[in-house]
Structures are given as structure tokens and as C-alpha cells.
């Protein structure tokens, strides 16, 4: 259990600038805090299925119902998903396994210092903390996904391709993006709870634009905004190194991982500048 009585508090500089020493404190924090994440991470698991019937079940749910609604429009000739080059549950279940590290994080650090409460402006401590133990429980939730790929995979027979070792090194760019947009949109959540919202719905969106249940577009202008587009790529390539032991777009993967380590190094650093009075203010209602 969770609350101001178990919970060391962590005295911040609040240091302003972008110097080195800087740096060092929010690292400082970070270690610092990370019993209190993984504390805070088993609270909202067992929140989350507590008193569920299903339970660890329910990570699969949307992606097996997403699966099957398209392989039924496809059938019905609504929509033409295209030649994926293996059987499409395979193809639809990894990539949405890949997709929901970033829709699922996302959703959950938006919602994280809504969800911490009270303890938000009670206890002084690295406010970070809630923020990565949210993506926490997405990260489980893709551990999930993942293993029920792994059986689709079996059933089916497919092999792939032994650059699938270098799978976890190449999905580490959509975890840092995910936490970028996560920490900057948790601040403003706190702040206006329509964000929360908005996220949600803008993430079903983005599913949809997105190459994740169909292939790369063939048409120049849809083939442009797909590379374009940082998590086209960012979702495209991991699966490409599962399927086809390469990255069909090496230089749009390398230049979106460089700017999602920028957004997570900005981000992180506007968090730990202002969370100090993002408490204060909510302390005020």
C-alpha cells in the first residue's frame, strides 16, 4: 500500500539552467525513486484487476477484437488491407503489440499525476515516479500482447528472421518517445483534464493513419506521409526486423530515433522544472 507514511521524501534542488549538475540531480532522482516505481507500479497493477473476472486476459481483448474486424472488412470487401507476406493475424497482432507501447503508455502517463491524488501535493517527491510507473503497467500489458504473438507465430509456423534479437534494442526509441509525449502531456493534464481526453481519442486516430493493421501504402503521396510520419517508422521497423531482417527505411529510423531522444531529454527537463508548482496549483483547488 501507498501513502504519505512509507514514502521517503526527496529534497530537489529545483535546479534551474540546463547545466551539467543539472542533469546529475534528476539522475539523482531517478535512482533515488525507484522503489517508490515499482511500489506505485504494483498498486495501479492490482488496482487495475482487482476484482476483475478475466483479469491478465484483458490486454488481449482489443487487439484480437481490432484483428478480427478487419480481417472481416477485408473479407467483405469493404477495405483492401494488401499482400503482407504472411498470414494477417501474425501480421496485425505484432503489429499492434508494437503499437500499444505507444497508444497504451501514452493514455497511462497522461492519466498518471491525475491518478496519483492527494500524495501529488502532500508528499514532496520526484513527481517522474508516477509518470514511469504508468508506463509500467503498459509495459506489461505489451509483455502480454507479445507472448500471444509468439503462439500466433507457432501456430501458423513462421520463422523469423534471426535479426529478431535485436528486436527489445529496436523498440527502445518508441519507449522514449512514448515517455516524452508522456511526461510533457501529464503536466498539462494536471493542469486541464481534457488533455486526458483528447489523447485518447487522438490516439484511435492515429491508429487509423498509421501503418500498423495494413502495409506500407504504395502510392507516392501516402508513401511520403507514411515516412513522414515518426511513428510509422517507429512501429514499421521493429517489425520489419522481425519479418524481413531489415529496416526498410534505415536513415527516416535513425533521424525519428535521434528526435524521440530529444523529445524525451526536453520533456524530462520541463517536467523537473515545473512540477514543483503543477502541485502547488493543484494544491489550490
Known amino acids: 500500500m501507498i501513502n504519505s507514511n512509507n514514502i521517503r521524501v526527496y529534497k530537489s534542488g529545483q535546479s534551474g539552467g540546463w547545466h551539467t549538475e543539472v542533469w546529475r540531480e534528476m539522475f539523482a532522482e ?3 525513486s525507484r522503489e517508490l516505481i515499482w511500489r506505485l507500479f504494483l498498486r495501479n497493477f492490482r488496482a487495475r484487476y482487482r476484482q476483475t473476472i478475466l483479469g491478465l486476459m484483458w490486454p488481449l481483448i482489443l487487439p484480437v477484437i481490432t ?16 499482400e503482407v507476406g504472411i498470414p494477417y493475424p501474425a501480421y496485425a497482432l505484432l503489429g499492434l503489440t508494437i503499437w500499444q507501447i505507444f497508444a497504451g503508455g501514452l493514455v497511462n502517463c497522461t492519466k498518471s499525476i491525475e491518478v496519483g491524488g492527494s500524495m501529488v501535493v502532500k508528499v514532496n517527491f520526484p513527481k517522474e515516479s508516477l509518470v514511469l510507473s504508468s508506463f509500467g503497467d503498459a509495459f506489461v500489458g505489451f509483455l502480454i500482447r507479445l507472448a500471444l504473438t509468439i503462439v500466433v507465430f507457432a501456430i501458423y509456423k513462421i520463422v523469423p528472421a534471426w535479426t529478431v534479437i535485436f528486436f527489445p534494442i529496436a523498440i527502445i526509441p518508441l519507449f522514449l518517445l512514448t ?8 503536466l498539462l493534464n494536471a493542469v486541464l483534464r481534457d488533455v486526458g481526453n ?6 484511435m486516430f492515429l491508429l487509423f493513419i498509421t501503418p500498423v493493421l495494413y502495409p506500407e501504402p504504395k502510392t507516392v503521396f ?4 507514411s515516412i513522414l510520419n515518426p ?7 521493429p517489425r520489419d526486423l522481425v519479418l524481413n531482417g531489415s529496416f526498410a527505411h534505415p536513415y527516416a529510423y535513425l533521424f525519428f530515433s535521434l528526435v524521440s531522444l530529444f ?7 520541463l517536467f523537473h522544472l515545473v512540477e514543483k508548482r503543477i502541485a502547488e496549483r493543484i494544491g489550490r483547488r
Open 30 to 32: 531517478l535512482k533515488f
Open 67 to 82: 484483428v478480427g474486424t478487419f480481417i472481416f472488412l477485408n473479407k467483405a470487401g469493404v477495405m483492401n488491407i494488401g
Open 179 to 186: 515517455l516524452g509525449f508522456g511526461l510533457m502531456f501529464s
Open 198 to 203: 483528447i489523447v485518447s481519442l487522438a490516439s
Open 222 to 225: 501516402f508513401k511520403t506521409f
Open 231 to 237: 511513428l510509422s517508422v517507429l512501429v514499421s521497423c
Open 263 to 269: 523529445i524525451f531529454l526536453i520533456s524530462w527537463r
